[in-house]
Protein backbone atom coordinates (compact mmCIF):
# COMPACT_ATOMS: atom_id res chain seq x y z
CA UNK A 1 0.00 0.00 0.00
CA UNK A 2 1.54 3.58 -0.68
CA UNK A 3 2.95 4.76 2.35
CA UNK A 4 1.97 8.28 4.44
CA UNK A 5 3.42 11.08 2.42
CA UNK A 6 4.93 13.60 4.41
CA UNK A 7 3.66 16.98 3.01
CA UNK A 8 5.32 19.29 5.81
CA UNK A 9 8.76 21.24 6.40
CA UNK A 10 11.42 19.46 8.62
CA UNK A 11 11.85 19.94 12.05
CA UNK A 12 12.26 22.79 14.14
CA UNK A 13 15.99 23.40 16.17
CA UNK A 14 15.27 22.68 20.30
CA UNK A 15 15.43 26.41 21.87
CA UNK A 16 13.15 27.65 18.59
CA UNK A 17 9.77 29.31 19.56
CA UNK A 18 6.18 28.53 18.84
CA UNK A 19 4.55 31.55 19.84
CA UNK A 20 5.58 32.17 23.56
CA UNK A 21 6.29 28.51 23.72
CA UNK A 22 9.92 26.90 23.71
CA UNK A 23 10.68 24.33 21.63
CA UNK A 24 12.41 21.50 23.35
CA UNK A 25 12.37 18.50 20.82
CA UNK A 26 10.16 16.48 18.04
CA UNK A 27 7.37 14.32 19.48
CA UNK A 28 5.98 13.12 16.28
CA UNK A 29 4.98 13.90 13.24
CA UNK A 30 1.27 14.88 11.42
CA UNK A 31 -0.45 15.16 7.99
CA UNK A 32 0.28 18.54 8.00
CA UNK A 33 3.46 19.45 10.59
CA UNK A 34 5.28 18.57 13.37
CA UNK A 35 4.22 17.91 16.81
CA UNK A 36 7.09 19.18 19.39
CA UNK A 37 7.81 19.03 23.41
CA UNK A 38 7.62 22.78 24.86
CA UNK A 39 8.23 24.83 27.58
CA UNK A 40 5.30 27.59 28.59
CA UNK A 41 6.75 29.49 30.36
CA UNK A 42 3.90 32.04 31.45
CA UNK A 43 2.67 28.88 33.24
CA UNK A 44 5.92 26.75 33.53
CA UNK A 45 4.60 23.63 32.42
CA UNK A 46 5.36 21.11 29.51
CA UNK A 47 3.16 21.21 27.01
CA UNK A 48 2.65 19.71 23.42
CA UNK A 49 2.69 22.03 20.43
CA UNK A 50 1.41 20.87 16.90
CA UNK A 51 2.64 23.06 14.02
CA UNK A 52 0.81 23.04 10.50
CA UNK A 53 3.43 23.99 8.14
CA UNK A 54 2.46 22.01 5.10
CA UNK A 55 4.35 22.06 1.84
CA UNK A 56 1.59 21.73 -0.79
CA UNK A 57 -0.41 23.86 -2.98
CA UNK A 58 -2.69 26.50 -2.25
CA UNK A 59 -6.04 24.45 -2.39
CA UNK A 60 -4.29 21.36 -0.38
CA UNK A 61 -2.84 23.92 2.12
CA UNK A 62 -6.20 25.78 2.59
CA UNK A 63 -8.04 22.43 3.56
CA UNK A 64 -5.22 21.33 5.48
CA UNK A 65 -5.74 24.83 7.17
CA UNK A 66 -9.23 23.84 7.54
CA UNK A 67 -8.69 20.81 9.08
CA UNK A 68 -6.10 22.51 11.32
CA UNK A 69 -8.87 24.69 12.52
CA UNK A 70 -11.30 22.54 12.61
CA UNK A 71 -9.51 20.49 14.98
CA UNK A 72 -8.61 23.24 17.40
CA UNK A 73 -12.68 24.12 17.28
CA UNK A 74 -13.80 19.92 17.65
CA UNK A 75 -11.28 19.45 20.14
CA UNK A 76 -11.34 23.02 22.05
CA UNK A 77 -14.97 22.30 23.03
CA UNK A 78 -14.54 18.80 25.00
CA UNK A 79 -13.45 18.14 28.22
CA UNK A 80 -13.24 14.64 29.01
CA UNK A 81 -10.11 12.48 30.80
CA UNK A 82 -9.70 9.96 27.99
CA UNK A 83 -9.80 12.71 24.77
CA UNK A 84 -6.67 15.14 25.23
CA UNK A 85 -7.26 19.25 26.43
CA UNK A 86 -6.77 21.84 23.95
CA UNK A 87 -5.24 24.72 25.67
CA UNK A 88 -4.94 27.52 22.88
CA UNK A 89 -5.04 28.04 19.24
CA UNK A 90 -3.00 30.56 17.14
CA UNK A 91 -1.50 31.63 14.08
CA UNK A 92 2.05 33.91 14.61
CA UNK A 93 4.93 34.37 12.26
CA UNK A 94 3.65 32.31 10.05
CA UNK A 95 3.35 29.39 12.10
CA UNK A 96 -0.13 27.88 13.07
CA UNK A 97 -0.22 26.16 16.00
CA UNK A 98 -2.44 24.36 18.59
CA UNK A 99 -1.15 23.76 22.19
CA UNK A 100 -2.09 21.35 24.18
CA UNK A 101 -1.72 18.60 27.12
CA UNK A 102 1.75 16.73 26.68
CA UNK A 103 1.33 13.07 26.65
CA UNK A 104 3.83 10.63 28.08
CA UNK A 105 3.12 7.07 26.99
CA UNK A 106 2.97 5.40 23.22
CA UNK A 107 0.45 5.28 20.71
CA UNK A 108 -1.62 1.96 20.43
CA UNK A 109 -0.62 1.34 17.04
CA UNK A 110 3.42 1.43 17.94
CA UNK A 111 1.89 -0.55 21.02
CA UNK A 112 0.29 -3.65 18.76
CA UNK A 113 3.20 -3.21 16.48
CA UNK A 114 5.96 -4.09 18.86
CA UNK A 115 3.89 -7.82 19.34
CA UNK A 116 2.14 -7.07 22.29
CA UNK A 117 -1.46 -8.35 23.14
CA UNK A 118 -4.07 -7.29 25.68
CA UNK A 119 -5.85 -9.46 27.25
CA UNK A 120 -9.57 -9.40 26.59
CA UNK A 121 -10.24 -7.45 30.09
CA UNK A 122 -7.56 -5.29 29.05
CA UNK A 123 -9.60 -4.94 25.40
CA UNK A 124 -12.78 -3.97 26.86
CA UNK A 125 -11.43 -1.70 29.46
CA UNK A 126 -9.77 0.76 26.48
CA UNK A 127 -12.97 0.28 24.23
CA UNK A 128 -15.06 1.34 26.94
CA UNK A 129 -13.41 4.09 27.89
CA UNK A 130 -12.71 5.13 24.10
CA UNK A 131 -16.52 4.87 23.83
CA UNK A 132 -17.14 6.67 26.48
CA UNK A 133 -15.28 9.51 25.38
CA UNK A 134 -16.87 9.17 22.08
CA UNK A 135 -19.86 9.80 23.75
CA UNK A 136 -19.12 12.96 25.32
CA UNK A 137 -18.02 14.26 21.66
CA UNK A 138 -21.12 13.27 19.84
CA UNK A 139 -23.11 14.54 22.40
CA UNK A 140 -21.61 17.34 21.61
CA UNK A 141 -21.93 17.11 18.25
CA UNK A 142 -18.53 16.60 17.19
CA UNK A 143 -17.63 13.40 15.49
CA UNK A 144 -13.85 12.23 15.35
CA UNK A 145 -14.30 10.21 11.48
CA UNK A 146 -10.45 8.75 12.04
CA UNK A 147 -10.85 6.57 15.02
CA UNK A 148 -7.62 3.93 14.86
CA UNK A 149 -4.69 2.66 16.88
CA UNK A 150 -2.20 5.93 15.89
CA UNK A 151 -4.73 8.33 17.39
CA UNK A 152 -5.15 6.87 20.22
CA UNK A 153 -2.45 7.38 23.15
CA UNK A 154 -2.23 5.00 25.90
CA UNK A 155 -0.39 7.08 28.90
CA UNK A 156 -0.29 4.66 31.06
CA UNK A 157 -1.64 0.67 31.95
CA UNK A 158 -5.04 0.85 29.95
CA UNK A 159 -5.61 4.55 30.27
CA UNK A 160 -6.31 5.45 26.93
CA UNK A 161 -6.28 9.30 25.95
CA UNK A 162 -8.14 10.33 22.06
CA UNK A 163 -5.76 12.80 20.11
CA UNK A 164 -5.97 14.28 16.47
CA UNK A 165 -9.75 15.60 16.03
CA UNK A 166 -8.37 16.79 13.04
CA UNK A 167 -11.17 15.78 10.44
CA UNK A 168 -13.14 15.77 13.05
CA UNK A 169 -16.52 17.32 12.13
CA UNK A 170 -18.19 19.82 14.52
CA UNK A 171 -21.58 22.13 14.17
CA UNK A 172 -19.26 25.32 14.12
CA UNK A 173 -16.59 23.82 11.36
CA UNK A 174 -15.22 25.95 9.01
CA UNK A 175 -17.55 26.37 5.88
CA UNK A 176 -16.36 24.04 3.05
CA UNK A 177 -17.09 26.05 0.11
CA UNK A 178 -14.61 24.02 -2.10
CA UNK A 179 -14.93 20.60 -0.43
CA UNK A 180 -18.40 17.94 -1.02
CA UNK A 181 -20.13 17.96 2.27
CA UNK A 182 -18.93 14.35 3.13
CA UNK A 183 -16.05 14.07 1.07
CA UNK A 184 -13.62 11.39 2.51
CA UNK A 185 -10.76 13.51 4.12
CA UNK A 186 -8.26 10.68 4.18
CA UNK A 187 -8.01 11.78 0.31
CA UNK A 188 -5.51 14.44 -0.87
CA UNK A 189 -4.65 15.06 -4.40
CA UNK A 190 -4.68 12.86 -7.03
CA UNK A 191 -6.90 10.38 -5.05
CA UNK A 192 -3.80 9.48 -2.96
CA UNK A 193 -4.66 7.54 0.66
CA UNK A 194 -3.05 9.55 3.02
CA UNK A 195 -2.52 7.42 6.44
CA UNK A 196 -4.17 3.79 6.80
CA UNK A 197 -7.84 3.07 5.44
CA UNK A 198 -7.81 0.22 7.72
CA UNK A 199 -10.30 1.17 10.41
CA UNK A 200 -12.44 3.51 7.38
CA UNK A 201 -16.23 2.48 8.19
CA UNK A 202 -18.07 0.63 5.48
CA UNK A 203 -19.66 4.02 4.43
CA UNK A 204 -16.44 6.21 4.77
CA UNK A 205 -15.40 3.53 2.34
CA UNK A 206 -17.51 3.96 0.07
CA UNK A 207 -17.75 7.55 -0.05
CA UNK A 208 -21.06 7.78 1.32
CA UNK A 209 -22.25 10.39 4.03
CA UNK A 210 -21.38 9.63 7.46
CA UNK A 211 -22.33 10.62 11.28
CA UNK A 212 -21.68 9.52 14.83
CA UNK A 213 -22.28 5.13 13.80
CA UNK A 214 -18.84 5.66 11.62
CA UNK A 215 -16.34 6.35 15.42
CA UNK A 216 -18.14 3.27 16.32
CA UNK A 217 -17.43 0.90 13.67
CA UNK A 218 -13.79 2.20 14.11
CA UNK A 219 -13.71 2.01 17.29
CA UNK A 220 -14.98 -2.03 16.91
CA UNK A 221 -12.41 -2.52 13.79
CA UNK A 222 -9.48 -1.15 17.03
CA UNK A 223 -10.83 -3.31 19.64
CA UNK A 224 -11.06 -6.49 16.64
CA UNK A 225 -7.18 -5.89 16.07
CA UNK A 226 -6.29 -5.77 19.53
CA UNK A 227 -7.95 -8.82 20.22
CA UNK A 228 -6.87 -10.96 17.27
CA UNK A 229 -3.61 -9.07 16.72
CA UNK A 230 -4.75 -8.42 12.91
CA UNK A 231 -6.57 -5.97 11.41
CA UNK A 232 -10.39 -6.96 9.84
CA UNK A 233 -9.22 -6.63 6.24
CA UNK A 234 -6.25 -7.23 4.56
CA UNK A 235 -4.81 -6.15 0.58
CA UNK A 236 -2.04 -4.78 -1.07
CA UNK A 237 -3.53 -2.30 -2.31
CA UNK A 238 -5.95 0.57 -0.70
CA UNK A 239 -8.94 0.48 -3.48
CA UNK A 240 -9.13 -3.42 -3.18
CA UNK A 241 -9.35 -2.79 0.98
CA UNK A 242 -11.83 -0.23 0.60
CA UNK A 243 -13.83 -2.77 -1.46
CA UNK A 244 -13.22 -5.08 1.47
CA UNK A 245 -14.64 -2.73 3.73
CA UNK A 246 -17.19 -1.57 2.23
CA UNK A 247 -18.95 -4.95 1.15
CA UNK A 248 -17.25 -8.02 2.58
CA UNK A 249 -18.15 -9.69 5.78
CA UNK A 250 -16.23 -9.36 8.46
CA UNK A 251 -14.24 -12.63 9.64
CA UNK A 252 -15.48 -14.03 13.22
CA UNK A 253 -13.24 -12.96 15.91
CA UNK A 254 -13.94 -16.58 17.83
CA UNK A 255 -12.80 -18.47 14.33
CA UNK A 256 -9.89 -15.95 14.39
CA UNK A 257 -8.69 -17.38 17.70
CA UNK A 258 -11.36 -19.45 19.71
CA UNK A 259 -10.30 -18.27 23.10
CA UNK A 260 -11.74 -14.71 22.44
CA UNK A 261 -14.97 -14.54 24.89
CA UNK A 262 -18.00 -14.74 23.12
CA UNK A 263 -19.71 -11.78 24.55
CA UNK A 264 -16.48 -9.82 23.84
CA UNK A 265 -16.75 -11.42 20.20
CA UNK A 266 -20.59 -10.36 19.80
CA UNK A 267 -20.42 -6.54 20.89
CA UNK A 268 -17.13 -5.97 18.64
CA UNK A 269 -19.09 -7.33 15.58
CA UNK A 270 -22.09 -5.50 16.67
CA UNK A 271 -19.65 -2.08 16.29
CA UNK A 272 -18.44 -3.44 13.12
CA UNK A 273 -21.92 -4.24 11.24
CA UNK A 274 -21.66 -2.79 7.96
CA UNK A 275 -25.05 -0.80 7.93
CA UNK A 276 -25.08 1.42 10.72
CA UNK A 277 -28.38 0.75 11.47
CA UNK A 278 -27.32 -2.51 12.54
CA UNK A 279 -24.37 -1.13 14.85
CA UNK A 280 -24.91 0.27 18.05
CA UNK A 281 -26.96 3.44 17.60
CA UNK A 282 -25.26 5.36 20.59
CA UNK A 283 -21.33 5.07 22.00
CA UNK A 284 -23.08 5.19 25.21
CA UNK A 285 -24.55 2.03 24.20
CA UNK A 286 -21.60 0.47 23.06
CA UNK A 287 -19.90 1.79 26.64
CA UNK A 288 -22.90 -0.15 28.44
CA UNK A 289 -22.51 -3.33 26.95
CA UNK A 290 -18.33 -3.34 27.71
CA UNK A 291 -19.22 -2.28 31.38
CA UNK A 292 -21.88 -4.93 31.70
CA UNK A 293 -19.38 -7.39 30.24
CA UNK A 294 -16.31 -6.06 32.29
CA UNK A 295 -18.35 -6.08 35.75
CA UNK A 296 -19.34 -9.84 34.96
CA UNK A 297 -16.10 -10.91 34.08
CA UNK A 298 -15.05 -9.58 37.42
CA UNK A 299 -17.46 -10.80 39.26
CA UNK A 300 -17.21 -14.08 38.08
CA UNK A 301 -13.51 -14.40 38.67
CA UNK A 302 -14.18 -13.09 42.33
CA UNK A 303 -16.70 -16.01 43.07
CA UNK A 304 -13.73 -18.83 41.67
CA UNK A 305 -11.38 -16.93 43.66
CA UNK A 306 -14.22 -17.32 46.73
CA UNK A 307 -14.51 -20.79 46.19
CA UNK A 308 -11.35 -21.77 45.13
CA UNK A 309 -9.25 -20.15 48.05
CA UNK A 310 -5.06 -21.20 46.53
CA UNK A 311 -4.72 -23.85 49.39
CA UNK A 312 -7.73 -25.50 48.46
CA UNK A 313 -7.36 -24.86 44.63
CA UNK A 314 -4.52 -26.89 44.32
CA UNK A 315 -5.61 -29.64 47.15
CA UNK A 316 -8.32 -32.31 47.55
CA UNK A 317 -11.96 -31.85 46.85
CA UNK A 318 -12.57 -31.72 50.56
CA UNK A 319 -10.57 -29.08 50.83
CA UNK A 320 -12.32 -26.82 48.77
CA UNK A 321 -15.58 -27.86 49.88
CA UNK A 322 -14.41 -26.87 53.43
CA UNK A 323 -13.12 -23.66 52.46
CA UNK A 324 -16.75 -23.13 51.06
CA UNK A 325 -18.38 -24.29 53.47
CA UNK A 326 -16.55 -22.17 55.65
CA UNK A 327 -17.05 -19.12 54.26
CA UNK A 328 -20.41 -19.18 54.38
CA UNK A 329 -20.45 -20.01 57.81
CA UNK A 330 -18.51 -17.02 58.35
CA UNK A 331 -20.82 -15.16 56.15
CA UNK A 332 -24.21 -16.97 58.75
CA UNK A 333 -22.34 -15.92 61.79
CA UNK A 334 -21.66 -12.46 60.82
CA UNK A 335 -25.23 -12.05 59.91
CA UNK A 336 -26.63 -13.29 63.08
CA UNK A 337 -24.22 -11.35 64.92
CA UNK A 338 -25.64 -7.82 63.28
CA UNK A 339 -29.48 -9.17 63.86
CA UNK A 340 -28.84 -10.04 67.48
CA UNK A 341 -27.13 -6.64 68.05
CA UNK A 342 -29.85 -4.79 66.07
CA UNK A 343 -32.92 -6.32 68.34
CA UNK A 344 -30.77 -5.97 71.71
CA UNK A 345 -30.17 -2.18 71.19
CA UNK A 346 -34.18 -1.72 69.92
CA UNK A 347 -34.62 -3.86 73.33
CA UNK A 348 -32.69 -1.96 75.18
CA UNK A 349 -33.51 1.80 74.07
N1 LIG B 1 -0.56 15.71 23.03
C1 LIG B 1 0.45 14.97 22.59
N2 LIG B 1 1.43 14.56 23.43
C2 LIG B 1 2.45 13.78 22.98
N3 LIG B 1 2.62 13.41 21.69
C3 LIG B 1 1.67 13.80 20.78
C4 LIG B 1 0.54 14.58 21.19
N4 LIG B 1 -0.21 14.82 20.10
C5 LIG B 1 0.40 14.21 19.07
N5 LIG B 1 1.53 13.58 19.46
C6 LIG B 1 2.46 12.83 18.60
O1 LIG B 1 2.41 13.34 17.27
C7 LIG B 1 1.90 12.38 16.34
C8 LIG B 1 1.00 13.04 15.29
O2 LIG B 1 -0.07 13.70 15.93
P1 LIG B 1 -1.55 13.70 15.33
O3 LIG B 1 -2.36 14.70 16.08
O4 LIG B 1 -2.08 12.32 15.27
O5 LIG B 1 -1.27 14.25 13.85
P2 LIG B 1 -2.05 13.95 12.50
O6 LIG B 1 -3.24 14.82 12.54
O7 LIG B 1 -1.24 14.45 11.39
O8 LIG B 1 -2.28 12.49 12.43
C9 LIG B 1 1.18 11.38 17.21
O9 LIG B 1 1.15 10.13 16.60
C10 LIG B 1 2.03 11.39 18.48
O10 LIG B 1 3.22 10.63 18.31
MG1 LIG C 1 -3.00 11.18 13.76
Known amino acids: MTPVQTVFSPSLPANSRIGRFCVTRELGRGTAGCVYLAHDPVIARDIAVKTFTPRLGVAEKNRFERQFINEARAAGRLSHPHIVTIYDASSEGGTTYLAMEYLQGRELNRILESGHRYTPDQVASIAWKIADALHHA ?7 RDIKPSNIFIVKDDHPKLIDFGIARSPNRLAERDAPPDEPYTMIGNNRLLGTPN ?24 AYEMLTGRTP ?15 KAVPRLTEIDARIP ?10 MAKRPEKRYQTAEEMALDLKRYLLKERRARRRVRLELPSAAASGPEWIAQFGTLRLRAVAIGAATAVAVASSAYLFLR
Open 199 to 222: YMSPEQAAGKPVDSRTDIYSLGAV
Open 138 to 144: HSREVIH
Open 233 to 247: FQAERADKLLQQIAY
Open 262 to 271: AALSHIVMKA
